[in-house]
């Protein structure tokens, strides 16, 4: 079955959950300390924030975006807290089309901001959320979630995230969804990382962790002198994320 050949649904089932937790297992090899339980899954949906999924013709949940309610400057937001794809699947946009339904649910409810963390050295998730969704970045948190918390983050090296911040009716989101390129107007800075820190990390964990810490105080600078991530570009054996002035659209 092609990517075209799947759905794109809000999970609201006991049954649609219950395989929500099944992909947990398969996609992030967890203990089972570390997975959403049902419960949650069904608070989320009663306080109209949505599981998004993504199901074969047979039933077959193939993917899903979870999100949960967040109180962000006394104002209502979602945060997308997990997302997950079969192997067999991924890169074919099946996160992007769950992406948009999300966004639709969004804007519907009247929600002017998505946002959810992701790490800053991995430059696929930069280019989904920057160039195909519209996202922009100005909050760096060192450490998130630990090191070695479970198997979902890196041994040995800071779990350092970014938060996306997707303000899903903005003048900006609109035209990137609309196959435009970030516009920036004015590049002031940019911050380079490695075009595949997978391959960093099979060679020397102590440049991962070289890279983690260079990009740290790299973005950690920039963000505390006003500016956001506008942009990111893709070059040969790198990439950059570019930094530009703050606007109105991107607050509530």
């Excluded at 339980?37 to 608070?43: E, G, V």
């Excluded at 104002?75 to 794809?85: C, D, G, K, N, Q």
């Excluded at 920036?184 to 964990?205: C, F, G, W, Y």
């Amino acid at each position: 079955m092609s990517a075209s050949d799947i759905a794109i649904r809000e999970c609201v089932s006991v049954e649609d959950f219950q395989q929500c937790i099944e992909l947990e297992r398969a996609v992030w090899r967890d203990a089972d300390i570390g997975i959403m339980p049902i419960r949650l899954y069904m608070i989320s949906r009663t306080c109209n924030a949505p599981t998004i999924g993504a199901f074969e013709s047979s039933g077959r949940l193939v993917g899903f975006v979870h999100t949960m309610i967040a109180l962000i400057d006394k104002r209502v937001a979602y945060h997308s807290h997990l997302a997950a794809v079969v192997e067999d699947l991924r890169h074919q946009d099946i996160g992007f089309r769950m992406k948009l339904a999300q966004r639709e649910h969004a804007i519907k409810s009247g929600i002017p901001l998505i946002i959810w963390t992701f790490d800053p050295l991995q430059s696929r998730n930069a280019h989904l959320n920057i160039n195909k969704l519209g996202t922009i970045i100005r909050r760096y948190e060192m450490n998130y979630y630990g090191e070695g918390l479970s198997s979902v983050f890196d041994a040995e090296v800071p779990s350092d995230r970014v938060f996306a911040e997707w303000w899903v009716s903005s003048p900006h989101v609109e035209s990137v969804l609309a196959g435009n390129r970030p516009r920036l107007d004015e590049l002031v800075d940019s911050v380079v990382i490695p075009e595949d820190i997978n391959d960093v990390r099979a060679r020397s964990i102590e440049d991962h962790r070289r890279w983690r810490l260079l990009v740290r105080e790299d973005f950690r600078n920039k963000l505390a002198d006003g500016l956001v991530v506008r942009g990111f570009e893709r070059e040969g054996g790198t990439s950059r994320y570019l930094f530009g002035r703050d606007e109105p659209q991107f607050h509530f």
